[in-house]
């Protein structure tokens, strides 16, 4: 069972609704999730499919934020026919990201970290904008495969990452991407910070999800698509 809070929105082909969190702290541990997704059947279900409704925008706004041990922010469209993912606006002056350390599935059921995630089926991924535009000091600490993402599953593109921070440090294979797994785009990872320190491989293997090899992680900052045709993103780091 999941501990949180939720927007979803089931089977209706209607658009999703919004989160909004306006807080000094948020703290989320053990599995913890703030998620807005719409849910729809996928298209060989005997009940028939629904065509989707894009899922709502998530806002958080809150001093500190700490995301642990498998707790993650997403939205998110899943097997419906061209539901988009909603946004996700953060602004914050300190974000702490850490997952499992002897997670088995890391980037999968053990995730953790702030996401947006487009469907197989259609859909783009939605964008992640962390102090976008916004003038207020912020320091970042990814650690044991923490993550930041967008990502496309499905025949669209994935949705953009754009931060903006003072400091940015990425340790222990974490990593800020825009990826593209299905026939679609990676997106565009924009990076704007006064330091930034990438360091450091996590030393458990994992199978991967997409390729089925073990592997290790690498911390990073990535967009990555071609497994089904699409081209790979931009990134800037300014």
Known sequence: LA???????????????????????????????????????????????????????????????????????????????????????????????????????????DITGITSNSGKYGGTGGNVYINKDVDLELDILMTNRGFISSTGFGPDESGDVDITARNIEIKSGSAITANAFGAGSGGTVTVNSDNLLISGVHPKPFTDGISGVESLAPSGIATQSGLEGGKGGSIYIV
């Not at 807005?36 to 060989?44: A, G």
């Not at 996700?88 to 002897?102: A, R």
Request: aromatic fraction near 12%; proline fraction near 5%.
């Open 3 to 109: 501990t949180g809070i939720f927007a979803n929105t089931f089977w209706s082909g209607q658009i999703g609704r919004n989160i909004e969190i306006n807080a000094k702290s948020l703290v989320m541990n053990d599995d913890a999730t703030i998620e807005v997704h719409t849910i729809e059947r996928w298209p060989d279900s005997p009940w028939g499919p629904f065509p989707s409704g894009d899922s709502g925008d998530l806002t958080l706004n809150a001093d500190y934020i700490e995301i642990n041990d498998g707790s993650y922010i997403t939205t998110a469209g899943y097997f419906g026919r061209g539901g988009s993912s909603g946004d996700i606006h953060i602004t914050s002056k300190t974000i702490k990201i850490s997952g499992f350390e002897n997670a088995d599935d890391p980037f999968g059921n």
